[in-house]
């Protein structure tokens, strides 16, 4: 079992930054997938960027340049850096991890861009 706590949420203003952190328990940390999703408001959750366990990364077209996926595994954490923040990033983003599919899931963490 895989427990995921996300954090780094917040209220900022369009075009500003914010760095999303996920921390996982357990020792397998290295081997999983890991990767964010975000759900906005009345809409279906959608991927935002994924990290396998060896670096290699896929972003959504619309956060391709903007958003960078990252892990540390010493840490036991993964990364969401988010630059260029436009009103519609406003979601809840959601932290997951597995072997080979996501299994495991965080609770979400509230981004709200709004001037």
């Known amino acids: 079992q895989v427990q995921l706590v996300e954090s780094g949420g917040g209220l900022v203003q369009p075009v500003g930054s914010l760095r999303l952190s996920c921390a996982a328990s357990g020792s397998a940390f290295a081997t999983y997938l890991m990767a964010w999703y975000r759900q906005p408001p009345g809409k279906e959750r959608e991927l935002v960027a994924s990290?396998?366990?060896?670096?290699?990364?896929v972003y959504a077209d619309s956060q391709k340049g903007r958003f960078t996926i990252s892990r540390d595994n010493a840490k036991n954490t993964v990364y969401l850096q988010m630059n260029s923040l436009k009103p519609e990033d406003t979601a809840v983003y959601y932290c997951?991890?597995?072997?080979?599919?996501?299994?495991?899931w965080g609770q979400g963490t509230q981004v709200t861009v709004s001037s």
């Open positions: 990290i396998t366990r060896t670096g290699s990364t």
């Open positions: 997951a991890s597995g072997l080979n599919s996501f299994n495991y």
